[in-house]
T-cell receptor
Framework: KAGVTQTPRYLIKTRGQQVTLSCSPI?????VSWYQQTPGQGLQFLFEYFSETQRNKGNFPGRFSGRQFSNSRSEMNVSTLELGDSALYLC?????????????FGEGSWLTVV | QQQVKQSPQSLIVQKGGISIINCAYENTAFDYFPWYQQFPGKGPALLIA?????SEKKEGRFTISFNKSAKQFSLHIMDSQPGDSATYFCAANTFSGSARQLTFGSGTQLTVLP
């Protein structure tokens, strides 16, 4: 069974540009969430999608957005990139939203903003 | 109130020893407490998880101890091995309405000496 797949794995962008990251959840998983990981702030929740609807959003500016498609695949977008957006962006999926549903993480997309 | 406090920040243990990582929380709405293991360049991988109605859960060399009244939980790694050297994150899950979120501790970098 394939795990959570994230693309691209590595990318370098220039300040002011925008970026789109893609996530394919484990087959049968309908909940997709995104996290940002940095050395200084650790793992921080960005947002969660379930059935194509954003169910929860973390404390990030509006430059961070996402969406989920009917096949549960998800994308997140960061506009007007800042140097501080350099981070590992992690996608996670679970079968449902309830607390008994294990959350599985992908390998992440490493974003460097120069 | 959403914070999960994790200690120690780093831990060095001899091979065969016991590694203990502690976490504390305030939010009584947390309903699920997973531990993740992360190797450099990889996404977090679920290690073991516990619900608040259980005081202890053991899987192989890994044990979670949970103290609901003290709002604390800990990970014990018995017979620690060099291959266990990684960063460990505790987390706590909330599921409110249709919104779900994992809140992570700051991580513990474990080094097991051969």
């Amino acid at each position: 069974k394939a795990g959570v797949t994230q693309t691209p794995r590595y990318l370098i962008k220039t300040r002011g540009q925008q970026v789109t990251l893609s996530c394919s959840p484990i087959s049968g998983h309908r909940s997709v969430s995104w996290y940002q990981q940095t050395p200084g702030q650790g793992l921080q929740f960005l947002f969660e999608y379930f059935s194509e609807t954003q169910r929860n959003k973390g404390n990030f500016p509006g430059r961070f957005s996402g969406r989920q498609f009917s096949n549960s695949r998800s994308e997140m977008n960061v506009s007007t990139l800042e140097l501080g957006d350099s981070a590992l962006y992690l996608c996670a999926s679970s079968r449902g939203q309830g607390s008994g549903n294990t959350i599985y993480f992908g390998e992440g997309s490493w974003l460097t903003v120069v | 109130q959403q914070q999960v406090k994790q200690s120690p920040q780093s831990l060095i243990v001899q091979k065969g020893g016991i590694s203990i990582i502690n976490c504390a929380y305030e939010n009584t709405a947390f309903d699920y407490f997973p531990w993740y293991q992360q190797f450099p360049g990889k996404g977090p991988a679920l290690l073991i998880a516990i619900r608040p109605d259980v005081s202890e859960k053991k899987e192989g060399r890994f044990t979670i101890s949970f103290n609901k009244s003290a709002k604390q939980f800990s990970l014990h790694i018995m017979d620690s091995q060099p291959g266990d050297s990684a960063t460990y994150f505790c987390a706590a899950n909330t599921f409110s309405g249709s919104a779900r979120q994992l809140t992570f501790g700051s991580g513990t970098q474990l080094t097991v000496l051969p």
